[in-house]
């Protein structure tokens, strides 16, 4: 059967959404050079390169820092996979749905979860999670989320790792929606175990999950009584291609020219300066939420927890959130988030990320939903 399918352009949108965010055209140039071996000399300078970027932007001197070669999911396996063995208990805090993520991950690694309950649109309360604690004091692991993508709830990375340490856990962060966006210090909040994506606040392209693990950490994976089960997020195999003093040796073909993309992305990030950026993202989420209260609109969290990067807003009464959308999309190219779980219907999840963190967007968007809303 002769095949007529053509080369596929994408229609021209702006991301405003929960991530993927518009991308920088620099980065996507960088994606197009040409490819080289990944054991190449100067594939192995960049990865070095590479390391020194991404400790910049977690802030961290951890050695073990590293770009996992698959989405934000696979970083949050690669934390879980390494860190749980069967029969530890870990004390998980769920205030949305990445929370419940982490809780499958510890049930999959036959790990026991226990977990701190907390309300969706609310950070992770630390009193509770010190009485949890308390009451478990055979936990090994603490894991929670800083940037709740879901309810655009920002939690405590400092104060809860305290509690964690203080009860001789190690923490498992997910930062996936916060690397780029919003403070985020490793070294000095103490965190042993954190990851990332490209997609949101980078604005790189999807598909890389930038991780980091302390020295505590590391010695934790490094007496483990049984081996990883997953072949391809053991690090004890991967630290041999990216770690510390690695002899580079193949573990696995990494995709050589999404990390072009994520190199730029990260020149760009040390361009600007790291609190430059969260400034910055504070700076247009100020401008949005003026813009969106005129319009008589609130936003689900309250302004001491709010994350400037995903804005969750509160569909007014008698609203069709999901028509909505549809004309955003349709008359203005414009793509913003729906809820998730328990929110669906009831929040629209607007995306300041990285490069489209600007003032063009906040007024494109202001414009287009008064325009839709009337
Ligand atoms: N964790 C959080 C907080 C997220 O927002 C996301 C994605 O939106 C993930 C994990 C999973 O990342 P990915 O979709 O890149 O696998």
């Not at 483990?224 to 990216?242: A, C, E, I, T």
């Amino acid at each position: 059967m002769p095949m007529t399918i053509q080369s596929f352009h994408p229609p021209v949108r702006t991301l405003m959404g929960p991530g993927p965010s518009d991308i920088n055209p620099r980065v996507l140039a960088a994606m197009s050079r040409p490819i080289i071996g990944h054991l190449d000399p100067a594939f192995v300078g960049m990865m070095d390169q590479m390391k020194d970027l991404l400790q910049y932007a977690f802030q961290t001197c951890n050695a073990l820092t590293l770009p996992v070669s698959a989405p934000g999911s696979a970083g949050m396996e690669t934390c879980f996979v390494n860190l749980v063995e069967p029969g530890d208990t870990v004390v998980v805090c769920i205030n949305g749905v990445f929370g419940m993520r982490m809780k499958e991950n510890v049930e999959r690694c036959g790990g026991t979860p226990v977990v701190v309950e907390c309300d969706w649109g609310r950070p992770v309360d630390p009193q509770q999670l010190e009485d949890t604690l308390k009451a478990h004091p055979e936990a090994r692991l603490v894991a929670f989320v800083h940037a709740e993508t879901s309810t655009g709830a920002c939690s405590d990375v400092k104060t809860l790792t305290q509690v964690a340490h203080a009860h001789d856990c190690l923490v498992i962060v997910d930062t996936v929606t916060g690397l780029g966006g919003c403070e985020l210090r490793v070294d000095d909040w103490g965190v042993d175990a954190i990851y990332s994506g490209t997609q949101k606040c980078l604005s790189c392209t999807p598909g890389l999950a930038p991780v980091s693990f302390s020295e505590a950490a590391v010695a934790r994976i490094k007496a483990r009584k049984h081996p990883v089960q997953s072949w391809f997020m053991d690090l004890n195999l991967v630290m041999g291609y990216w770690g510390p003093n690695a002899k580079r040796a193949y573990h696995h073909t990494a995709p050589i020219n999404a990390l072009y993309a994520l190199h730029e992305a990260l020149v760009l990030l040390q361009e600007e300066g790291l609190e430059n950026a969260w400034a910055r993202h504070r700076h247009h989420h100020e401008a949005l939420k003026a813009g969106l209260e005129a319009m008589g609109l609130n936003l689900l969290v309250d302004e001491a927890h709010r994350l400037p990067q995903l804005n969750a807003v509160k569909v007014p009464d008698g609203v069709d959130e999901a028509r909505v959308r549809g004309l955003l999309l349709e008359r203005y190219g414009l793509e913003i988030g729906a809820g998730l779980g328990p929110l669906a219907g009831k929040i629209w999840r607007i995306g300041l990320m990285g490069f489209g963190c600007n003032r063009k967007n906040v007024q494109l968007c202001l414009h287009a939903l008064e325009a839709v809303l009337l």
